[in-house]
Antibody, heavy 120, light 108 residues
Framework: QVTLKESGPALVKPTQTLTLTCTFS??????????VNWIRQPPGKALEWLAR???????FYSTSLKTRLTISKDTSKNQVVLTMTNMDPVDTATYYC????????????WGQGTLVTVSS | SSELTQDPAVSVALGQTVRITCQGD??????ASWYQQKPGQAPVLVIY???NRPSGIPDRFSGSSSGNTASLTITGTQAEDEADYYC???????????FGGGTKLTVL
C-alpha cells in the first residue's frame, strides 16, 4: 500500500525559508523509475508543479521558481525534503507531494497535502 | 509553449456524456494525464497515457488526444463526478510538468 504524507510548519513569516518533508511508504526511491514530486495549490486556484526528484537523484525544478527551490531525498528514511526560500504571502497554498512511477510521469499517489500560510 | 488551457467550467445533465478538453503545444508530443479533485481532497489520477485508467477508476472515464488537444470524456455522468478536473503533461523540455487551469464540472 503506497502512502505519502507531507509535514512542515503551518505558518511561516515573509522572507523565511520553508522546509517541507514528504514521508512515504509502500515503495522505495532507490527503485528504478520511481520519482517524487511537489505540487502546490493556492486557495481556490489551480495546481502548480514545483519540483521532482528521481530514483537516480536527478532533480528538476519549475522554471519560474527554480532559484528558490531545493529538493533532496533520504532513501534510508523514505523521505523527500523540499525547501523554498524567501517566502511571500503569495506562496500561501496547500503543498502536496505525489509519486510518479514508470515512464509517463503520471502522479499516481498523492499525499493529503499540508496548508502553509505566509503571514507576519 | 509550456501552457495548458482548459475551459473554467462545464456542466452536464445527470446520465449524459461530457467532454472536458485541454489544449497545449506540448500535447503534440506528450500524453496528458487527468486528475479529479473534490473539495477539500487531494487530486486523484483518473486517466494516464494513451487511455489508461488506474485501478478503481470507473470505465465511464476515458481519454483521447488529437493534435494539440487532449480530452477527458465521462459517459453516463454520475452525481459523484461533480468535481474539478485538471490535465497535466510534460512541457516542451520533456522533464518538467505543467498543469492546466482546471475545469469545474457541474452535474445538473
Amino acid at each position: 500500500q503506497v502512502t505519502l504524507k507531507e509535514s512542515g510548519p503551518a505558518l511561516v513569516k515573509p522572507t523565511q525559508t520553508l522546509t517541507l518533508t514528504c514521508t512515504f511508504s509502500g515503495f522505495s526511491l532507490s527503485t528504478s523509475k520511481m520519482r517524487v514530486n511537489w505540487i502546490r495549490q493556492p486557495p481556490g486556484k489551480a495546481l502548480e508543479w514545483l519540483a521532482r526528484i528521481d530514483w537516480d537523484d536527478d532533480k528538476f525544478y519549475s522554471t519560474s521558481l527554480k532559484t528558490r527551490l531545493t529538493i533532496s531525498k533520504d532513501t534510508s528514511k523514505n523521505q523527500v525534503v523540499l525547501t523554498m526560500t524567501n517566502m511571500d504571502p503569495v506562496d500561501t497554498a496547500t503543498y502536496y507531494c505525489a509519486r510518479a512511477s514508470g515512464s509517463y510521469l503520471d502522479l499516481d499517489y498523492w499525499g493529503q497535502g499540508t496548508l502553509v500560510t505566509v503571514s507576519s | 509553449s509550456s501552457e495548458l488551457t482548459q475551459d473554467p467550467a462545464v456542466s452536464v445533465a445527470l446520465g449524459q456524456t461530457v467532454r472536458i478538453t485541454c489544449q497545449g503545444d506540448s500535447l503534440r508530443s506528450y500524453y496528458a494525464s487527468w486528475y479529479q479533485q473534490k473539495p477539500g481532497q487531494a487530486p486523484v489520477l483518473v486517466i494516464y497515457g494513451k487511455n489508461n485508467r488506474p485501478s478503481g477508476i470507473p470505465d465511464r472515464f476515458s481519454g483521447s488526444s488529437s493534435g494539440n488537444t487532449a480530452s477527458l470524456t465521462i459517459t453516463g455522468t454520475q452525481a459523484e463526478d461533480e468535481a474539478d478536473y485538471y490535465c497535466n503533461s510534460r512541457d516542451s523540455s520533456g522533464n518538467h510538468l505543467v498543469f492546466g487551469g482546471g475545469t469545474k464540472l457541474t452535474v445538473l
